[in-house]
């Protein structure tokens, strides 16, 4: 089948929308055989009639609506070329494509893209996958920006720019029963509880390892999880006190379902966006961005009590 000449799928839209061939060939500065040449034409390459002509209106058949539903698609979609490569304006509907960690909280992913899953211009489309995966659909535009904690390698040949987002404290977590007794007593909570602990190769667990190697201790391990929902579900099972950053379990805690028995000193994880340097950055991730710079600048000026635990970096 031969290539669809978009002048005429042109004239026919242009043709559906009015109604009417007079008005649309003086609208569009043809003559009334020319327009309705073009529309013959298409009617010839699609295999069927287009318009119905009852008195001086046209009327569509049933795959002449089918043929509006996808020009009005198509040359939408070409508006939204023009506008989004000239800066012209901004689209109708926006998309912004995210990728996330596998591992990554969930919690903090809704924390940072809440700016955007309640607008009815936006729609959201967000990929689990693991680091290689998620930097190879960055580099080939599949995905505008990612959600990792621990920035990738870059040197001249990987343009990726790390948007640091937020630190957030990591602490023993568990159930009343485990946390109420030893609470805030470090050495004897990580003495006398099975750990649940994220894997060897999260900075988390390094860091981890070493507070216990320098305080002496040789935990015992009830698991090894590298998903941040399995981690909740083991220690609202009771398994063991869970080493995660309170955010992750956020309902929980408020819940009482789990208590926050110790802060790790000296011990976080860090949030970063990781994006590319691109001609045509999608606009969204610069608002999502500066959401960020502002909850930080609004945090920076609070004066917190001393020993209330709160952490300086902005709650994402």
Known sequence: MAALNYNHLRYFWAVAHEGNLTRTAERLNVSQSALSTQIQKLEAQVGHALFLRRGKQLHLTEAG??????ADAIFAAGAELVATLTG??????????????STLSRNFQVAFLKPLLSRQDVEVVLRSASL??????????RLDVILVNQPPARDAATPWIAHRLAEQPVSLVGTPHRTEPHAGDLMRLISDNPLILPPLESSVR?????????LGLRPRIAAEVDDMAMMRLLAREDMGLA???????????ASGRLREAARLPALGETFYAVTQARRFPNPLVAELLREVEGDTDATAGRTRPEGDGVADTPPH
């Open 206 to 214: 390094t860091g981890f390892d070493a507070l216990v190697d320098r």
């Open 243 to 253: 080493v995660v950053p309170p955010i992750v379990v956020q309902d929980e805690l």
């Open 132 to 141: 290689g995966e998620l930097i190879a659909a960055l580099e080939a535009l």
């Open 88 to 101: 012209s304006g901004a689209p109708a509907r926006q998309v912004i494509r995210v990728g996330a960690l």
């Open 65 to 70: 609506r089918i043929a509006l539903d996808h």
